[in-house]
């Protein structure tokens, strides 16, 4: 799995980061950013669930 | 007014519908009705206008994350909240009535006391502040009324130290908010509490112009305001939003949360007995979901025709997107009207979704986290002292929620 962010459609709504904390970050204004964009297995579940809950659809994942 | 369209010769179903009588907690039944009959369909609002009321969680969705929807309330085609939300527009300007790529610039000044990590950091003083607040009405007479004495005080508290607002105020902001979520004020009610509020809010960013705090207040007077990205009375605005969303809702939340609490005494034991947060944290997502305090609808208008489920939304037709009912899809919620708190709820659409869904989510949701995860643990014999049919519910609310909650322990 390949995960990419779009970080001018973030409104920063947070919900990625309690979900799937070792894939996703913000920086200091709470826009969304990236610490694993080729995230293990274990991760897989939750990052589809954060692509999923999104509102801005700031989160593409290219599976594999 | 209710009453007064539910004749009319076309027949069209009036919007807001009641609520069904001892069934406080969920959405009028005719919603119900609507979702699996008709769920793309018109509804007649207070000025006779004719908007489309949605009803489905894929839908609402769709809908909601689609950028030919507006949420400009100056065109023509919107339908509005109220008489009185009509007449406040232009003092209530601000991103939540505005469009890309304006919305985004100015709700980008705002996002960054709000990321994760900051909302984490404040979890300690919320804590305290719950703590303190326990300390009182335990220590006070009893009943207490929930309400004044611990609901509304919470997020008072917080969002003002946030906002870097003087908590000594809160008469004043809480009494005009008052006036701006009531759907039965009148324009002039409305108009003169927006114009109280921004009015202070101009004040307070003038003297955090002239001596910076560290709060969000003096973020914007100065980095926006100084350096002439935003004028003083826009970040007026804008202030008047966060301090209005920021307390009235949670509130809402906190008051409702613990009746529904109350009536549902497994559900109450099951969050007083959870060691995990997990479990709290997902208490919340279920009871944000369960009873969608936004009971007004999402309010939107077309500004191209939309194909949606072989119905054709026209340019300029309004939509009331209605999220309490949306929230109780069996499509996406099994049993939907059981509140369960060890169910999933994330899909829930309390806070909205699109572009425009609650900027202050994170902290709401932190907020509700402390509570619920102490109240009733502090308090454990906590009960409702009066009858469910004597109080009295938001049913004219933008918000819905109690008035008063009188409770004992």
Not at chain 2, 108 to 131: C, N, Y
Not at chain 2, 132 to 144: E, H, R, T, W, Y
Request: proline fraction near 7%; glycine fraction near 6%.
């Amino acid at each position: 799995m390949r995960v990419e962010v779009d970080q001018p459609k973030c409104v920063a709504s947070g919900q990625c980061v309690l979900l799937a904390p070792a894939v996703f970050d913000q920086d200091d204004d709470g826009i969304v950013t990236l610490l694993d964009a080729d995230p293990g297995p274990e991760h897989h579940a939750d990052v589809r669930e954060s692509a999923a809950i999104c509102p801005a659809a700031a989160i593409r994942l290219v599976e594999k | 007014m209710t009453e007064t369209f539910s004749h009319t010769p076309d027949d069209l179903a009036a919007f807001p519908m009641p609520r069904a009588a001892g069934c406080p907690f969920d959405p009028p039944p005719a919603l119900r009705t609507r979702q699996s009959d008709a769920p793309l369909s018109r509804v007649r609002i207070w000025d006779g206008s004719t908007p489309w009321l949605i009803t489905r969680h894929d839908h609402m969705r769709t809908l909601l994350a689609d950028p030919r929807l507006s949420s400009d309330v100056t065109r023509p085609g919107y339908p509005h909240l109220s008489a009185g939300a009509k007449a406040g527009n232009d003092a209530r300007r601000s991103f939540i009535t505005l469009d890309d790529p304006e919305h985004a610039r100015l709700r980008r000044m705002v996002t960054a006391p709000f990321a994760i990590k900051r909302i984490e950091a404040l979890r300690p003083a919320v804590q305290k502040i719950v703590d303190d607040l326990i300390d009182d009405l335990l220590a006070g007479p009893k009943p207490a009324d929930l309400v004044q004495a611990f609901a509304l005080p919470v997020p008072s508290l917080v969002i003002c130290a946030l906002l870097g607002v003087p908590y000594e105020d809160h008469d004043l902001f809480q009494s005009n908010t008052k006036a701006i979520v009531h759907r039965a004020s009148t324009a002039d009610q409305v108009v003169t509490a927006l114009t109280t509020l921004t009015d202070y809010l101009d004040d307070l960013l003038a003297a955090k112009l002239a001596r910076p705090q560290d709060d969000l207040l003096s973020v914007l007077a100065t980095r926006q305001v100084a350096t002439g990205e935003l004028s003083r009375r826009d970040a007026a605005r804008t202030g008047v939003l966060l301090l209005v969303a920021g307390h009235e809702t949670t509130a809402n939340m906190i008051a409702l949360g613990t009746l529904a609490l109350l009536r549902n005494p497994d559900q109450l034991d099951l969050l007083r007995g959870a060691d995990d947060p997990r479990t709290t944290a997902s208490a919340v997502e279920e009871l944000l979901r369960y009873l969608n305090i936004t009971h007004s609808g999402r309010r939107r208008v077309a500004l191209a025709d939309i194909e949606i489920d072989g119905q054709t939304i026209r340019a300029g037709d309004g939509l009331v997107i209605a999220g309490d009912i949306a929230n109780r899809d069996p499509a996406v919620f099994p049993d939907p009207d059981r509140l369960d708190l060890t169910r999933d709820a994330r899909r829930h659409v309390a806070f909205g979704f699109g572009v425009h869904q609650c900027l202050g989510q994170p902290l709401a949701r932190m907020e509700l986290q402390v509570v619920y995860g102490t109240l009733y643990r502090r308090v454990p014999t906590l009960a409702l002292a009066t009858g469910l049919d004597e109080l009295e519910f938001k049913h004219d609310g933008v918000v819905y929620g109690v008035h008063e909650l009188p409770v004992t322990w």
